[in-house]
């Protein structure tokens, strides 16, 4: 089968496979499946998040492209759920069937230096950088950009993993072994206002839909809340559509794609990376929205019309880590008491500290009260008996 366009939709009925089997993979094979498509999933790993819910689930490493080859080629079209798929995965999947995004957009994203060297062409706002290939680049760096400053590894990071901040001249070498003394980038330390992102969706004809701007609260650089919608000026949230839409049309995106900014005390707005999938930031739209994003997702892989974006009401969702089994078994029962807040598990087999275990989403009359029920909700789970009741 060829790889280029598609000539017609793919039809409910057909197979898509997903390279990557965590918890948006998950929860794409479940929209995906709602409206009457089979799923099949690919990763070196088994029992997984999406593999539990898909109709097959194939068990072989990213690197060996004949199995790869035979995966595409039993399905119509193949999309992926992290970035961290290697790029000559996709390129070998795209010679049996359609891959979207393309492997194009993976790999750019997949590396920190190549996703902002092609954002700083495309004249995007990003935070200033310079590439690290030695410790005599850090020094150099560290001295034209100023310090604080953030130092991370070219490809292969998330949840802030592969990044040193460092803060004084002293810590330029500890920084450098950090980072494993390879390629590198060297941001500038933005003393901004907030995290906000907005995940949105494009066509293979080109349309645009999106799901607003939202805010973001980290800790320990993993995503703790999201709130939808952000408190944002109108024109914050213009800027970050616009800027958004033109991203995606400059790396031609097939699919949905997370754009994560640093909303400046000025208002301005700086790129910090992207995301070419759904994202943590959108699983809000699972419960909130007429159209998820996991749902967008399916309908620009296999070119139906996008789906209503409406969000139904204002939103906040809140991880759940592995941490919370520390202390033992979480309390689902207490915080099932609350009526407004859905809880989504990923099925995975062991908790650890950090992992992303699954998440919690409240609706509300108010961004604000949606806030404060999801918090109390998390408290109930981890056992707390200061949260108030709904």
Known sequence: MSAGRLRSPILPGSAIGVLGSGQLGRMFAIAARRMGYRVHTYSPDQDTPTGQVADLEVTAPYDDLDAVRQFASRVSAVTFEFENVPAETAAAAAECAPVRPSGHVLHIAQHRLREKTFLANAGLPV?????????????????QLGLPAVLKTAGFGYDGK???????????SVAWKYVGESEAV???FIDFDREVSIVAARSERGNFVHFGVVENRHHNHILDITIAPACVSSSVLRDAVEIA???????????VLCVEFFLCKDGSL???????RPHNSGHFTFDANVTSQFEQQLRAVCGLPFGSVQQLAPASMANILGDMWQEGEPDWAAAASAPNVKLHLYGKLEARPGRKMGHLTALAATPEQAL???QAARRLLAGQSNAHSF
């Open 127 to 143: 935070t200033p950088f310079r590439r690290i290939g030695s410790f005599a680049d850090l020094e150099a760096a560290g001295l």
């Open 270 to 276: 700086l790129i910090n990376e992207l995301a070419p």
């Open 186 to 188: 060297l941001e500038s």
């Open 372 to 374: 404060k029920d999801v």
């Open 245 to 255: 839409r033109e991203v995606l049309e400059k790396l031609d995106v097939v699919g």
């Open 162 to 172: 592969g990044q040193y901040t460092i803060r004084a001249g002293s810590e330029l």
